[in-house]
């Protein structure tokens, strides 16, 4: 375990954060859309899977990760935001042997999330710098928000935004873009939980695509992008810029196959001279078999189906059935 994270601006220059000599190859675990639930809570929706479990199935598989500089977690860390699932989310990665920083997803409320991480080795830095890479831990809910003049986010009364798309907002782009000027590395990475670029019809967003193509000019030193949020566990690209996405812990999905997916994670190796690869890593298990996609639910990604009408389409099939 490590101290307290060292500030950025401050006078010792270690090679990372945490006063770590870095080696030249950066390898960071990622995962995201934990959507934990308070202890003992029914998982909620069709086919929800029991996120508690997957946090089980997925450090069983991760085995032993000290080899990891870091792990990431992008967004969607409790399902509701409340405090309470923020206390079982803190104790699940609290036993995660190396440090954890994460970033807000729609699930998160600012409140909450700022104060649910107490554990020695959880944090929310807004910047990390390990070796040669600058990591910048953006929120994509910034426009959604109420932004003070120091940049303090906090969210608009009895706003809920659980499913809400990306918006940065200008003081988060102006975040991301001094943040990025500002970096002393040669490289940066953003974590953000709303992947840029998404072309799914459900998911995809034309003012936030909008916003990043407007600001990615002023970002040569980002090598890419690591979000969640679509729950398709995914690599494509985006203004020439790799974008990966983790996978859920609450639902997975692949639209080529049709199927559904198991929990999973990914990892990252993070080269000094700016190379990034990265992998996928799906835990399967009896308990999330990959069935084929129903109509419904393939509509709802299509954006031929709204959320209601897959609720009116399941609660149909429970009327039917009792
Ligand atoms: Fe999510």
């Not at 709204?306 to 609660?315: K, M, V």
């Amino acid at each position: 375990m490590r101290g307290a994270v060292r500030r950025p601006g401050q006078s010792h220059e270690p090679d990372d954060n945490y006063g770590r000599r870095m080696p030249d190859v950066i390898r960071i675990g990622q995962l995201s859309d934990t959507h934990f639930l308070e202890a003992g809570m029914e998982p909620e929706g069709a086919g929800a899977y029991d996120t508690s479990a997957a946090f089980e199935a997925v450090l069983a598989h991760l085995g032993d990760h000290e080899h990891l500089d870091l792990m990431v977690v992008t967004g969607d860390v409790a399902d509701h935001g409340r405090a309470a699932q923020y206390e079982v989310a803190a104790d699940a990665f609290a036993r995660l042997s190396v440090p954890v920083n994460l970033c807000p997803g729609n699930h998160d409320f600012d409140e909450p999330f700022a104060g649910g991480f107490p554990h020695s080795n959880l944090d929310v830095e807004r910047t990390l710098v390990l070796g040669d890479w600058t990591f910048l831990f953006a929120d994509s809910n910034s426009g959604q928000m109420r932004v003070d003049e120091e940049g303090n986010r906090s969210d608009l009364p009895g706003e809920t935004r659980l499913h809400s798309n990306g918006s940065l907002g200008t003081h988060e782009a102006a975040w991301i873009r001094e943040a990025s000027a500002a970096a002393t590395t040669e490289h940066v990475f953003v974590w953000i939980h709303h992947p840029p670029g998404v072309t799914v019809p459900l998911i995809a967003d034309a003012d936030y695509t909008s916003e990043w193509t407007a600001l990615i000019g002023d970002l040569p030193n980002v090598r890419g992008f690591g979000g969640g949020h679509t729950h398709l566990p995914a690599e494509f690209v985006f203004a020439d810029l790799p974008v990966f996405v983790s996978p859920s812990f609450k639902n997975n999905f692949d639209l080529d196959a049709k199927t559904w997916l198991p929990p999973g994670y990914r990892t990252y190796e993070f080269s000094a001279d700016g190379g990034i690869t990265s992998e996928v890593h799906l835990v399967d298990d009896e308990r999330w078999p990959r069935h084929p996609l129903g109509r419904a639910i393939l509509g709802l990604f299509n954006g031929e189906l709204t959320y209601d009408d897959l609720a009116a389409i399941a609660q149909r099939r429970r009327d039917q059935t009792s």
